[in-house]
């Protein structure tokens, strides 16, 4: 199969686009900058690498069998809205309009939990009521409209992703925490005794979609949650990463900002065979993997 990751600059694209590679899918990577993620692709067999922006999506050699729509500008100092309105719904559009040419059957999108907005109960699930997305959620829900007028063109797959870990994870809320405890710096958080699964290891989600790149397209538009099994307090994950880093927490309890959560992962586990690992180990082998 002929498959188109974007993003592989980045640390999920990077994954995702070496782990169907490995599996024997001829890959084709998009990326629009230079990273060591990138360097760390361009030795790995069929894997094309191209320079490009998305918005010229039609000048790629197609057409693809599937694609795994990783890229996007995440909020950050200097981004302002227009950013992110020309890079994750403008570039978005163009390459859904490419993938329509091609007649692409597949179509996996690395959404986010912030498609949802303020979330207001205590499980989210793929039927939590949007409410005030803010800009960057707004893109994400914008595109995934997009995608769900088209349900005779793709067999759709919005991923909707917590905080994802691993090797590299960055810009998250589990690996602000490791860089602080690496540091020797206090934690600050809020909501400690209530119980936490917010997160989804890279590897657990490339598997995902190498799972359902080995299946018939089912037609139509899909979203899922993912998130880990099981689940931690909020104090218990500090303890157990520290605990995994070899190093002392120090925990200092702050006022919410926002309610409390946890995710469920049971559609995408009996719809599409996710098999999310427990968050304990999860944050046992996080440690490891950022430890040397």
């Not at 163009?94 to 986010?112: G, K, N």
């Not at 602080?180 to 590897?203: C, E, Q, S, T, V």
Request: aromatic share 6%; proline share 4%.
């Amino acid at each position: 199969m002929r498959v188109l990751v974007t993003g592989v600059s980045g640390f999920s694209g990077c994954a995702v686009a070496r782990r169907l590679a490995s599996a024997g899918h001829d890959v084709v990577g998009t990326h629009r900058r230079d990273t060591d993620f990138l360097s760390s692709l361009r030795d790995v067999r069929r894997l094309e690498l191209i320079r490009t922006d998305l918005a010229d999506a039609g000048q790629l050699a197609g057409p693809f069998d599937a694609i795994v729509h990783t890229a996007a500008t995440s909020p950050a100092p200097g981004v302002d809205v227009a950013t992110l309105v020309r890079d994750n719904i403008g570039a978005s559009f163009a390459l859904i309009e490419a993938a329509r040419r091609w007649r692409t059957s597949r179509f996996v999108f690395f959404s986010s939990l912030s498609y949802y907005g303020r979330i207001a109960q205590d499980v989210v699930d793929e039927a939590t009521p949007v409410r005030d997305p803010d800009a960057y959620g707004a893109t994400k829900l914008i595109v995934e409209q997009r995608l769900a007028e088209l349900p005779a063109e793709f067999s759709t797959l919005a991923l909707r992703l917590p905080g994802i870990v691993g090797p590299g994870a960055h810009r998250n809320w589990l690996s602000g925490v490791a860089s602080r405890l690496r540091a020797g710096k206090p934690i600050r958080a809020f909501h400690l005794d209530r119980p936490y699964n917010n997160a989804a290891h890279i590897d657990d989600i490339a598997a995902l979609i190498q799972t359902l790149l080995s299946r018939e397209p089912s037609g139509g538009f899909g979203a899922a949650v993912l998130g880990a099994a099981g689940s931690l307090t909020v104090r218990e994950i500090i303890d157990r990463l520290a605990l995994a880093l070899g190093v002392s927490a120090k925990i200092e309890e702050i006022a919410p900002t926002n309610t409390s959560f946890t995710l469920s992962s049971a559609h995408a586990i009996a719809r599409y065979d996710y098999q999310p690992s427990e968050i304990g180990a999860m944050i046992d082998r996080y440690g490891r993997e950022i430890k040397g």
